[in-house]
């Protein structure tokens, strides 16, 4: 009884590993089509937004690639570009 149960866990297992494989590769096709290109990069740059009296707002890219504002903000002469 106990090598039946024992081969049957194995067989279990084995299967469960098979489908676990050809899911995973079909799931990590579908997402490589869904990926969109990022508007800016690296992660965390940050950029002149606008300038008023010589002190110039910021906007910082986040990893999702979307350009955010930011509370951040700096003199005109030494502003990143």
Do not use: E
């Not at 079909?26 to 010589?54: I, Q, S, Y």
């Not at 002190?55 to 504002?69: I, N, T």
């Amino acid at each position: 009884m106990m090598k039946f149960i024992s081969r049957a866990a194995l067989v279990a297992a084995v299967a469960t590993l098979a489908m676990a494989g050809s899911s995973s590769d079909t799931f990590a096709r579908g997402h490589k089509k869904m990926a969109k290109p990022v508007a800016c990069a690296p992660a965390w740059a940050l950029k002149t937004n606008a300038c008023a009296n010589g002190l110039c707002s910021m906007q910082r890219c986040w990893p999702d690639g979307k350009w955010q504002a930011s509370m951040a903000m700096c003199w005109q002469p030494w502003c990143p570009k």
